[in-house]
């Protein structure tokens, strides 16, 4: 069977919601929350409180990205496919967060491990790491990922990572979260609205599927859709999301092609490394 997509593909259903979500109201929603920031915890047993304080080392790349773009080219397809996988799991149950106890649960049983990557301000769209944020307090125990970051940025002179903070959008949270969860193999990220402001976290929990599947089932539906949210080099991106989901290609003039247990997924590219056609055959 072959399936031919344009370079604009609508999405299927699951897809095309969290697709909305990410431009508007993904986890801005009126979620319930403990404005102490700590709970009291029923007894949970020893299994449901195994994957507590785990915090993912970084996974460096060979080649460092210097920029924002070049860290949402090689990040943003997985973290959003492992993204729609997450949100299909919490979707609109009530969550409260353990700062101190360094965990989120959401509903009455999910417990969840977290890092704190920044906080944003609404009012004046204001985007803080947590490393520099001496206001907000927060615990070693959730500082890990954000202080990388940091060393990550200082690293390879990538401004998006090593200042303090910047002006930013709403999107652009969502742009942070996606290189968080990428960059550290997160479950996924969640944008927790505490009213006037928010926190970003890395979100963590061994029982939830890690969806960094190695067929190609999911590319047709993710790789247009982060296409849609955000400039990229396109080609790279996608040669980016093959290698990260542990698929091997082959790349032949402006056409990339995987393949993986006899299914086939092709892309093909301009000069300037916008995709014109992804192909699927099975």
């Known amino acids: 069977m072959r399936c031919i997509y344009p370079y604009v593909k609508a999405a299927s259903s699951e897809v095309a919601f969290l697709y909305e ?22 007894q949970y047993t020893a299994t449901q409180w195994q994957c ?24 943003g397809a997985i973290a959003l496919e492992k993204q729609t996988a997450f949100y299909q799991i ?43 944020n001496s206001v907000g307090n927060f615990p070693e125990t959730v500082l890990s990922h954000a202080r990388q970051l940091k060393e990550y940025g200082d690293r390879y002179q990538n401004d998006f990572l090593r200042y303090h903070g910047f002006q930013a959008t709403e ?27 928010a ?24 790789f247009p859709a982060i296409c849609n949210l955000f400039p990229m080099n396109q080609r790279r991106a996608f040669v980016e999301y093959l290698a990260a989901k542990g698929i091997e290609y082959t790349e032949q003039g402006n056409v990339v092609k995987a393949t993986k247990n006899e299914a086939s997924i092709v892309g093909s590219f301009d000069e300037k490394g916008h995709m014109t056609k992804l192909e699927a055959i099975a």
């Open 171 to 197: 999107a652009d949270l969502h742009k942070i979260g996606m290189i968080a969860s990428g960059m550290f193999q997160a479950t996924g990220y969640f944008i927790a609205n505490l009213g006037n402001t």
């Open 52 to 75: 507590l304080n785990y915090a993912q080392p970084m996974t460096v790349n060979n080649t460092p990205c210097r920029n924002e773009q070049e860290l949402i080219e090689r990040y």
């Open 90 to 132: 919490i979707g609109g149950q009530s969550w409260h967060i353990n700062i101190e106890g360094s965990h989120i649960i959401f509903g009455n049983h999910l417990v969840c491990p977290i890092q704190v990557i920044g906080t944003y301000i609404f009012d004046s769209q204001a985007w803080l790491y947590a490393w520099t």
């Open 199 to 222: 926190l970003l976290l890395t979100v963590y929990n061994s029982k939830l599927p890690n969806t960094i599947k190695e067929d190609l089932g999911a590319i047709p539906d993710i």
């Open 21 to 42: 979500q990410i431009l508007y109201i993904f986890s801005f929603e009126k979620l319930t929350f403990h404005k102490k920031l700590v709970v009291l915890q029923p």
